[in-house]
């Protein structure tokens, strides 16, 4: 499978815990993206890289959260001290000029509950 | 205002109807258009692109209107397969960026 992977696609974790979750994009693609989708809603945008720079983040995306993509590959969204307010699909996408512009593609997601 | 804005729906449709959805957005510099397709409980997938000249791709025709800032999408025949939650996607500033509706969900019936 050449697409985007998340892992884990499920996460459960107590209120106070931290959790990383891994993304890794189409191999091609050297824009990478964070999106946050609760129960009812589109997508929300949280941060984007291209190759290993931070280009873009969200007042969504409040100091308890973090990404990093240190090698321009693969990257972690870390959340510490999870809230239950933080329970929610964490999506992944990642883009390439196809055609006229830029598309993204995104992965299965990871699950967060926090409890 | 919502950036993007669409019809929550549900839209309950016979098969082989024709339905067609609409969206509008805030921002009038906005570049690039797209619609996503998400079945329950799994990601977006890209179903097509929204170009000025409007687009078709089989049973699938999506227009862009930049002067009323909306966008559509057309369904024809409408398959049981169709079922799902179509999102109304904008890159609202050619930052890659985008900036999805809250969707439109279609429940086709036999």
């Known amino acids: 499978d050449t697409g985007v992977s998340q892992n884990p696609r499920h996460k459960i974790t107590k209120r106070g815990q931290n959790v990383t979750f891994r993304c890794d994009p189409i191999s091609e693609h050297n824009r990478l993206y964070w999106y946050r989708q609760t129960l009812g809603q589109g997508p929300e945008f949280l941060t984007y890289f291209q190759n290993e720079a931070q280009l873009e983040k969200s007042r969504l995306l409040s100091d308890r959260f973090s990404a990093e993509r240190p090698k321009g590959s693969f990257s972690t969204l870390e959340i510490q001290r999870t809230e239950q307010g933080d329970s929610a699909m964490y999506l992944c996408?990642?883009?390439?000029?196809?055609?006229?512009?830029?598309?993204?593609?995104f992965g299965p997601g990871t699950r967060l509950l926090v409890l | 205002r919502k950036e993007v804005e669409q019809d929550p729906g549900p839209f309950n449709v016979p098969e082989g109807a024709t339905v067609a959805f609409n969206c509008t957005y805030s921002?009038?510099?906005?570049?690039?258009f797209f619609w996503y397709r998400q079945d329950c409980r799994k990601e977006p997938k890209l179903l097509m692109s929204?170009?000025?000249s409007g687009n078709e791709d089989g049973r699938f025709t999506a227009q862009l209107n930049r002067a009323s800032q909306y966008i559509s999408l057309l369904i024809r025949d409408s398959k049981l397969s169709d079922s799902a939650t179509y999102l109304c996607v904008v890159d609202m500033d050619s930052s890659y960026k985008l900036i999805f509706g809250s969707g439109t969900r279609l429940l086709v019936r036999p």
């Open positions: 929204v170009y000025s």
């Open positions: 996408a990642s883009s390439g000029r196809e055609r006229r512009q830029e598309t993204q593609y």
């Open positions: 921002n009038s510099a906005s570049q690039s």
